[in-house]
């Protein structure tokens, strides 16, 4: 059983010619126990396949389950855990009478309530801060508040839209430390993300929408292998500028300070590359297959998408 699953889910808001379709035919299946990443950019339909997902909105067309159960009855949310991106708390209150106002918002009463507010606390860290008040935290620490919430009750599956938004590369790693301390226990998570270097290192398989289509979806290793056929990355010295122009004059060439990209058709045209370099009196310091990174592959898709329409 899928933890979330989607099939020709559609969405449109308008009629004529103020029509627009939001979602178009979405099918997707997350796996339970694992960080499920959506990426794509502002307008491609994350925020609406999100409130579909929880009831906020309905769809068009099509149907969705929530840990195996219609995803149009409330019973499929009460296992289900949601951060909001920009989400806010009342500063004036505490961090442990917000989660109490948050428990009992979702049923939750006496002494099982402390004890879910005292264990989510420790999970993220705050729980020297349970009695300190909401506007003496850091952007960090309300992210960290905020997943604490978004835990009560120990929920199967966890909506979490732009959780490091805002925060340092600190409160960024932590944050990590948490999504990965929850997979551990067998907890599913969507992560709604512009951060592409976050997804690429917390997610086990990736979606990329565009204009309410998923474009591509699969691992990180299998969205990144081979977009760019074999390039290499040698390491060199500080270049002068003559060197830079002679180099750039080669289209399968592409200098980046004291790197220097090299796309071929074969691995055996590696030395003589090297031996122009050497020609070129530019020293090589190291030499290795470049991997391209997530980012590269979604500017790549979204790019080559724009250019055809």
Not at 26 to 47: C, H, Q, R, Y
Not at 61 to 90: M, N, Q, W, Y
Not at 237 to 251: G, I, M, N
Not at 261 to 279: G, H, K
Request: hydrophobic share 40%; with cysteine; glycine share 10%.
């Amino acid at each position: 059983m899928s933890a979330i699953q989607t099939r020709a889910l559609r969405k449109v808001y308008g009629r004529g010619a103020k029509r627009v379709e939001a979602l178009v035919g979405l099918d997707l299946d997350v796996e339970p126990g694992s960080i499920f990443g959506l990426l794509g950019p502002n307008g491609a339909g994350k925020t609406t396949l999100v409130k579909m997902l929880l009831g906020i909105i309905r769809p068009t067309a099509g149907s969705a389950t929530l840990l195996g159960r219609d995803i149009r009855k409330p019973a499929s949310r009460t296992s289900v855990g949601f951060l909001p991106e920009g989400h806010r708390f009342p500063r004036y209150l505490t961090a442990e009478r917000a989660l109490w106002l948050y428990g009992q918002l979702s049923g939750y009463r006496g002494g099982d309530l402390a004890r879910e507010i005292d264990e989510k606390l420790l999970l993220v860290g705050l729980a020297d801060w349970k009695k300190r008040k909401i506007k003496t935290f850091s952007k960090g620490m309300l992210q960290r508040l905020g997943l604490a919430q978004a835990m009560l009750g120990t929920p199967q599956l966890i909506f979490l839209d732009e959780p490091t938004d805002g925060v340092d590369p600190v409160g960024r790693v932590a944050v990590r430390d948490i999504l990965t301390n929850l997979k551990s226990r067998g907890t599913t998570i969507f992560l709604n993300s512009h951060l592409l270097q976050e997804v690429e290192q917390v997610c086990d398989r990736v979606a990329i929408l565009n204009r309410g289509r998923v474009i591509r979806e699969g691992t990180v290793d299998q969205l990144t292998a081979g977009q760019r056929g074999l390039v290499y990355e040698y390491q060199v010295t500080p270049l002068t500028v003559d060197q830079v122009k002679a180099l750039s004059e080669d289209p399968r060439i592409t200098v980046q300070g004291t790197k220097v990209l090299v796309a071929l058709d074969d691995e055996s045209q590696l030395e003589a590359v090297t031996d122009r370099l050497r020609e070129m009196k530019i020293s090589v310091r190291g030499l290795s297959e470049a991997r391209q990174s997530l980012e590269d592959v979604f500017m790549d898709l979204i790019v080559g998408e724009e250019a055809q329409s």
